[in-house]
């Protein structure tokens, strides 16, 4: 679907609430470290591997918030700031601009105020979420559901009736799991418990999914009291 | 004997400059200017600062003719005018009108320096409204109040919320006649508007440009300064019409790099005005002779590696008689106009009388 930036969509919020969330994004330490002018030459665009599968413009993220476009920045914070691979192959900016972390900043503006067309975009993604910050990898060979990936052909559905014999197959020792990717131990597991809790991981996943939320916090707080951790995730 | 003498006609930034290099070297120069005062159009039009450095204008222009003001080797003629010239290199004959008598000036060489005039944006068409509506200006008009501090809405004397600038008014137009770039505007209307935002922190300022022409360090020093620190809005697209909406201006373009029409309502639009050649440019040409472009600046004959001499030997022009000039240029070409003037005439010394 082509990129709709007129005027007047999301007319219903209002433009104090846009600019809220805009100054968010302005007051974030690394906004004045990645956004400076935007020449709108496109060199970002001609770089950008998702610019070239969908209606996306790294340009268009740089120049409206270079030219402190409220409205438009919104527009972008709920659809396009989505398309992007996070990639970062537009820093290549003549004026060192980073439209990619311009959008690492916007999406987390996004996330943390619950806009709806985030939780959209995350929804696909619960379940890894929910892997990756219940066991600290992010795939994991029991993911490989005969019906979970049908595009890899039916030969998926043999390997995971077998799939601890198949993994015993591989020599490092590490890699003979089938929740996890690789054994993780239970010191490391425990430090990203605290790190997704101080830096505010936490409340990034609740504004979101409520949820997955309660279900992962439920998850960390058995563990990290079993650790002598008091930590409560409110 | 060769006359050696040097004529500069004209008294801005070019001519007090050559001015000074002649009287430096030890020769003589008669400095004419029609005004009676020296400092050319940034000071009759009331710059408020120079381009890209800020500086005062005043200031920046006192200091640079204090050395010409009081100097034996320079005759100042304030209120004269150059009606009539004869002669060839070694020994011009040039008639005067001083404070409204005949006076004849006999010089060895000249050079010209009666620099430009601003675009009149209402010569060709009204499209832009200059003369109808009070709150389209020009930047003369916004030099005025911004060296006065008082940065209003002429209609109604109110501080604006919303100003822009329209680049390439009658520059780069076929269809006035004007094809080239105006070389300044581009500065000045960024200049401008870090100063406007300076004054006028709440107020938001556009600049509408086909093309930004900031070459060499006003890249950096202003173009990038108004856009990253005062966060002025460079947007690419003309526009094409403005029409009054109530108290406002509706300013109607394309923002080409949106792709998306734009019809923004602003409370003052500043129009960048750019170069013509002065009515003195025009007359100078006539009276000496001189080939003039097709846009009726002086012609220089030697390229780009010859950027005073005209057609007629012993006659050079220097500044934005020659077109559009900024004032590194104008110096510049006045300090090799001086040299060449001087070698002219030293030449001209072997020529018998």
Known sequence: ?234 | MANQNILIIGGGPAGIEAAKGIAALGYKAILVEKRDRLGGTPDEAQYAALTPDFRDTDEALGEMMAPVLDNENVNILYNTLITGAEGSIGNFNVKALSLGKEIEIKAGAVIISTGFQHFDPGRETQKYGYYEHDDVITLTDAEKMLKAHNFVRPSNGEKPKRVCFIQCVGSRDRQIGNEYCSKVCCGIASKQSIEIRRLLPDCKVFIFYIDMRMYGYWENEIYWVAQEQHKVNYVKGMATEIVKKGDKLLVKGEDTTLRRPMEVPMDLVILSVGMEPSEGTKQMASVFGLKQNKYHFIETTGGVLDTVSTSVPGVFAAGAATGPADLEDSVSSAGLAAMKAIAAVRQSQKIPA
């Open chain 1, 1 to 234: 679907m082509a990129l709709d930036l007129s005027y007047n969509k999301y007319s219903d919020v209002s433009y104090d609430e846009k600019e809220r969330l805009f100054e968010e994004c302005k007051a974030d330490d690394r906004w004045s470290h990645v956004l400076y002018g935007c020449y709108e030459c496109g060199i970002c665009v001609a770089a950008c591997p998702s610019a070239r599968f969908y209606d996306f413009s790294p340009r268009i993220i740089a120049q409206a918030a270079a030219r402190e476009d409220v409205d438009l920045v919104y527009t972008l914070m709920n659809d396009s700031v989505w398309d992007c691979s996070q990639c970062f192959s537009c820093d290549r900016c003549p004026r060192q601009n980073s439209p990619g972390q311009i959008i690492t900043v916007m999406r987390e503006v996004a996330v943390r105020n619950g806009l709806q067309t985030a939780k959209k975009a995350l929804e696909g993604y619960g379940r890894i979420i929910y892997k990756i910050m219940s066991t600290g990898s992010q795939v994991s060979p029991d993911m490989l559901q005969p019906n979970a990936f049908p595009d890899w052909g039916g030969h998926v559905g043999e390997i995971s009736d077998n799939l601890e014999v198949w993994r015993k197959a591989l020599p490092p020792e590490t890699l003979h799991t089938t929740e996890t990717g690789w054994v993780v131990d239970d010191k490391t597991i425990i430090e990203l418990y605290l790190i997704w809790h101080m830096t505010g991981v936490m409340d990034m996943i609740e504004s979101i999914d409520e949820g997955l939320h309660m279900i992962l916090v439920d998850v960390m707080e058995e563990k990290l009291e079993e650790a002598g951790y008091d930590v409560t995730f409110d």
